[in-house]
């Protein structure tokens, strides 16, 4: 991925005003940045810092970046291409500015600028603040150079050069997916686990419910045998009592009527004895009380009147034997319908026991019946659900042990992943392949920069440095100018490799009074060799400098700052 920086506009920003401040990036040469101190030389390294980064290329709080005479209105713009794409970078405090056009079109921003800021890094520049100041910045201001790096920085520069920082991001959100993929797993060992146990507790409900099942089953059973048998003794007492019913009624039935016929009779008889005793009596009482005939006054004779009195006390006499003879015999009928009585009496109630046996045994058998559907369901319902539930968990079970199995297996391909993208894993292969490029050509930069020793990075990026002697060494062994000539051939040969990967390829190189230090001046002339073979038409090398005299002529261009009015703006602008 090839970056082409186009212009550079700033106004507000530290000591310029609110006139703007342009430079074009891409004149395709060498420009030479000068004036005197303070006058704001390196404010387009802090402008293009703050542009891209959000944060100056020096040590300068944030607030301090707004004029101080003006104190609002600080605004940075910068345009780039990055392939056949545009983008222009708007940044600004007081107002507070961050936006991100591409195409002419902005870009959607996020909620949070954090977000928006990994967008323009992650997606677009692809590198970050240290790698960008690596590739395209050397200053002697803030900048920390390569070798003064942390191993982990150091890496991750490296990481940016060769594009292999996707397996970092790859193995961050690993990482996560890894931990994510743990979670799971324990959510899945504990959802085993309360299966397994929801299954025991299942089957030994089954097992009591059967047990219960049987218990029940077998008292119903018990009771039902019990009612049985109440049903065949009722039943056998209903047979005793219906065969004396049988063997009896009829007769007894035909006894007392024929009893009460003959009572009947006897009454009749009887009532006629009477009417005969009434009538003898009455015709006593008349030849008593009378002497003579009422009908005719004829006078009866007193013989024939004792004569018909005497024979009416003897008929009567013989009608009151008569008559007690039949009530002698209307008592004894009257016990014998008595007994009669009492013995079919006795038969309607032995029927009414029959009857009332045969409701107990249609009780007893609805009992009998209820019992046995109840023994034939009972738990049944129960059962049946627990048996479905059982199923379910086994099916559950089953489908949680194939889950189990799948993320053991997954677990596997992310352990075996995770290694793939380990700092010693991929990324150390690619490395490896990148060294001894990196080392031949920071070797041919120092050569060039007249620094003979053998400088060579190890996969932990740790420098091992040899004279001609064979001496051992490290960075900080050196002076100043020796650090600075390694300084330059480690950025020279960053970039080289950077072109080669076509990875973060810049068409802009800026160094900051890199010429001012402690460079002699054999160093000086050997860096602006190299600086002509970058000047193709297509890189953009901008040097700041206080060497007015030693470098002026040397540069195509010059562009030289100056301050009116506690101001900042362009005296000069060639090119």
């Known amino acids: 991925m090839a970056i082409t920086f186009e212009r550079i506009q700033w106004k507000n920003f530290l000591s310029t005003g609110d006139t703007p401040i342009s430079i074009n990036l891409n004149n395709g040469s060498s420009t030479l940045v000068v004036g005197p101190n303070g006058a704001g030389k390196s404010t387009l390294l802090d402008a293009l810092s703050f542009a891209l980064f959000g944060k100056p290329h020096r040590d300068i709080n944030k607030p301090q970046l707004v004029n101080s005479i003006n104190g609002k209105g600080c605004e940075v713009t910068v345009e780039f291409t990055v392939g056949k794409i545009q983008f222009k970078i708007v940044r600004g405090i007081k107002p507070n500015i961050f936006e991100i056009w ?38 002697s201001s803030s900048f920390i150079p390569f070798m003064q790096l942390p191993s982990h920085h150091r890496r991750e520069v490296i990481e940016d050069l060769l594009d292999i920082n996707i397996f970092t991001k790859m193995n961050t959100i690993l990482k996560e997916r890894i931990a994510a993929h743990r979670d799971d797993l324990q959510s899945l060992q504990h959802s085993s686990e309360m299966l397994d146990h929801s299954i025991t507790v299942q089957k030994k409900y089954i097992g009591d419910l059967k047990r219960r099942t049987e218990d029940a089953a077998k008292k119903n059973n018990e009771k039902i045998a019990t009612m ?21 009624l009829e007769s007894a039935r035909d006894r007392s009527a024929k009893l009460h016929e003959k009572r009947q009779a006897l009454m009749v008889y009887h009532g006629q004895i009477k009417a005969n005793i009434q009538k003898v009596v009455k015709e006593a009482m008349f030849y008593d009380n009378n002497s003579e005939c009422p009908t005719c006054s004829q006078k009866l004779d007193g013989a024939f009147r004792d004569l018909r009195i005497s024979s009416c006390k003897e008929k009567a006499k013989e009608l009151a034997d008569g008559e007690h003879k039949l009530a002698e015999e209307l008592k004894k009928i009257e016990t014998d319908i008595s007994a009669v009585s009492e013995s079919l009496r006795i038969y309607h109630d032995l029927a009414s026991q029959i009857t009332s046996r045969f409701m107990a045994v249609k009780r ?99 420098e091992t440095i040899r004279s001609r002697h064979r001496d051992d060494f490290s960075y900080s062994s050196f002076s100043e100018g020796e650090k600075q000539r390694i300084d330059l051939a480690l950025l020279f040969t960053w970039r080289q490799v950077a072109k080669m990967k076509n990875s973060v ?28 073979t970058l000047v193709d038409g297509k890189t953009s090398v901008f040097v700041i400098s206080h060497k007015t005299d030693a470098l002026d002529g ?8 100056e301050k009116t009015k506690s101001f900042s703006q362009i005296k000069q602008k060639a090119g």
């Open 102 to 139: 591409q195409n002419g079109t902005l870009v959607n921003q996020e909620a949070h600028s954090m977000d928006y800021q990994k967008v323009l890094e992650q997606n677009i520049l692809k590198l970050n603040h240290k790698s960008f100041h690596q590739i395209v910045v050397l200053g």
């Open 228 to 248: 049985v048998a109440e049903i065949e003794g009722l039943l056998l007492e209903n047979d005793e009592d219906q065969k004396i019913i049988d063997q009896n």
């Open 364 to 462: 007893l058998q609805a009992n009998i019946n209820t019992l046995e559907k109840e023994a034939a369901v009972a738990g049944s319902e129960d059962l049946t659900a627990a048996e479905a539930n059982l199923a379910s968990l086994l099916e559950e079970k089953e489908k949680s042990s194939k889950q189990k199995a799948e993320a053991y297996e997954e677990g596997t391909y992310n352990q075996a992943i995770s290694e793939m993208l380990k700092d010693t894993g991929i990324k150390t292969k690619v490395i490896k392949q990148y060294l001894p490029v990196m080392n031949k050509l920071v070797n041919q930069y120092l050569q060039i920069l007249d620094f003979f020793v053998s400088f060579n990075l190890n996969e932990s990026f740790e």
């Open 505 to 532: 390829s810049t068409n802009l190189l800026i160094l900051d009074e890199t010429f001012d230090s402690s460079m002699d001046h054999d160093g000086v002339e050997n860096l602006l060799k190299i600086l002509a």
């Open 554 to 561: 040397k540069l195509r261009n010059k562009i030289e700052f």
